[in-house]
């Protein structure tokens, strides 16, 4: 076996030896997964839920220990690590209420009595990038769990140690052992082979574009069932209606998050004409105060990027930009980039149309809603994205207009537990999170029995 060093990217210390599943290995987790699933889905509703639901507790007590995991290894700040800790259990204990609660129906039919049933699909593969380690891999294992299912599930070489200590958080609880398997290793050994390995009988991706479509392909050749959440390049637009404090005081926040390491990040910024050099000037001071710091202090509003590779990645775009302003961030040692703010002169510019995935936001001007609406869908994404208004009317139209899976108005917020998640177009294929997400996680059987008329 080959291990990975793994290095925090705010100090480029060693923290951590993983070591990494081959084929072999992997295959041995697919098959105590396969196992697992024989008795697992016939755990007792309430007795399964009962177990999620001390999964959910153990996670709550290791909130600090998990968050702390993550600013090390991910380089996440404080408080964002600390919100996705509590996120992964506020999933597992909001699909701890599916196993009691997976109904089918009874349909009228002559002759007899219909029945549906929601019956789990097997050993279900989750697959996770590295940007966000923890609430991805939970909004994949929560309901496929809760479902009956048994989860084989891969964490990005760099960032896995979250997830191996909630594989263990599992096994504390009393998850029976196979039943959440957590395999640190590379795409190209561990996550092929989940979508290669006949007992995998659903792969859910969250990553790339590319890799995903490559993902849909192999699934293609044992018709296997899939979830994709890809990539994103959203739209925050901004009306001269709008509240521009208001506006301008968010939009850094909605980009910057996370570094801007964030599929849903507000990286293309519309601007209606009639406000634009009010709003930049407001933009210009709000990125000035979202700096890339310590991501240990609870103050910092950005860490680092992951890796250096990363960071010279969107190094590559800004050289290449019309930069108008930047942020702060400090110098080495760690993997750091500022805030930055470019003003493209056509909406054509690569860093208006490619997904960054840094801490690089793009704004360009729009004179008209209908102008903004086509430059909003002229992508191939359709993740998330923003609309600022102060009239609900133009609210209702433009974000019925805008092809993207998650809106919000006056708001940057994308992810709720108890809401639909996903996107349209290259950003994905179905919806995770909300109560819609277990259906993915199970097939619906029909049995009609027949009945003989009394005589
Ligand atoms: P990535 O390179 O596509 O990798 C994602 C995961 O897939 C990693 O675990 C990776 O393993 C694995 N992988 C790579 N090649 C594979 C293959 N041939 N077969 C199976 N698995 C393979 O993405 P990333 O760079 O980690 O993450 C950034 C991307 O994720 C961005 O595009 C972002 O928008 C997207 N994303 C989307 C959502 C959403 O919900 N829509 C959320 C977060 C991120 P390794 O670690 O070994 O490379
Ligand atoms: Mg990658």
Redesign the pocket.
Known sequence: MSTYTVVNPATEESIAEVELADLAATDRAIARAAEAYETWRHVAPADRARLLRRFAAAVDSAIDELAALEVANAGHTISNATWEAGNVRDVIEYYAAVPERLFGRQIPVAGGVDITFHEPLGVVGV??????PMP?AA?GFAPALAAGNTVVL??????PLTAIRIGELAREAGIPEGVLTIIP????????R??THPAVRK?V????????K??MA?CADQVKNLT?????KNANIVFDDADVAAAAAAAPGGVFDNSG?????RSRLLVQRGIYDEFMAALEEAVGDFAAADPTLPETAMGPLVTAA?RDSVAGYVAAGDVAFTGTAPTGPGFWFPPTVLTPPTTSSVDFTE?I?GPVLSVVPFDTEAEALRIANDTEYG?SGSIWTSSLDRAMRVSRGVEAGNLSVNSHASVRYSTP???FKQ??LGR?LGPDAVASFTEVKNVFFATQPAD
């Not at 891969?154 to 960032?159: G, S």
């Not at 991706?205 to 995903?212: A, I, L, Y």
């Not at 994709?228 to 994103?232: D, V, Y």
């Open positions: 697959i996770v990038p590295w940007n966000f991805i909004w891969k964490p990005a070489e760099i960032t290793g590379k795409g190209s050994v561990v996550g092929e989940f979508v792969v991706f969250t990553g790339s574009t590319e890799v995903g490559r993902i192999g994709l959440e890809l990539g994103g390491q964030d599929c849903c990040s990363h997904e995935f993740l998640f996903g996107g950003s994905g995770e």
